[in-house]
């Protein structure tokens, strides 16, 4: 039914804590509208955002000074919901990777890498995009393989023999100590 797990459980202030288990499974149709998503390098249009421009700060001379070539970008969550399914864009609201960017109805992010406005659009459309694959990646866990799942069984049962022989040896080495009172 499910095809895909996520780890359901954080560790916070040393408690574990356990996630919403909608948060957790991922239908196979979800997992593949998510495989679609990353392997699609999705990357917003000029129509989907807020631009707005600043004066820069740092080296540049009197480009600096007078030219707003500083971008920041606003990228609303409902600018998304055409084109991003629902349950990445609910991700993309709690996760921890978007914690620094994420402001209260989208992401945010500033670009002044170049003395160009035109540039520093793009470059900001493509922190977005690398931001949001990266933290779409996070979701998908492929399935494991099944020679690892027969070695992690044969780890186990090794495992467990060695604990039951220590324990064998333990518990003779206890009856050999007992005094017989007789």
């Known amino acids: 039914m499910f095809a895909n797990f996520r780890n359901c459980f954080k560790i916070k202030n040393s408690r574990?804590?356990?996630?919403?288990?909608?948060?957790c499974l991922l239908t196979k149709e979800e997992t593949n509208q998510l495989l679609k998503f990353i392997?699609?390098?999705?990357?917003?249009?000029?129509d989907q955002v807020q631009i707005s421009f600043s004066r820069s700060s740092g080296p540049?001379?009197?480009?600096?000074?007078k030219l707003n070539t500083k971008v920041i970008v606003n990228l609303p969550f409902k600018q998304l919901?055409?084109?991003?399914p629902m349950f990445l864009i609910n991700h993309f609201k709690t996760c921890e990777m978007l914690r620094n960017y994420r402001i209260q109805n989208g992401i945010k992010i500033y670009s002044q890498k170049t003395r160009s406005q035109h540039k520093n659009i793009e470059d900001a459309l493509n922190k977005i995009s690398d931001l949001?694959?990266?933290?779409?990646?996070?979701?998908?866990?492929?399935?494991?393989?099944?020679?690892?799942?027969?070695?992690?069984?044969?780890?186990k049962k090794e495992?467990?023999?060695?604990?039951?022989?220590?324990?064998k040896y333990k518990q003779k080495k206890k009856t050999q100590r007992r005094i017989t009172m007789d």
């Open 16 to 23: 574990l804590i356990y996630d919403n288990i909608n948060k």
């Open 39 to 46: 392997h699609l390098k999705w990357k917003p249009a000029k």
């Open 60 to 65: 540049g001379g009197q480009n600096v000074n």
């Open 81 to 84: 919901e055409s084109c991003i």
């Open 132 to 155: 949001l694959n990266k933290s779409a990646e996070t979701l998908y866990v492929p399935d494991t393989p099944p020679e690892k799942i027969a070695r992690i069984s044969i780890l």
């Open 159 to 167: 495992s467990n023999e060695k604990r039951l022989s220590e324990k």
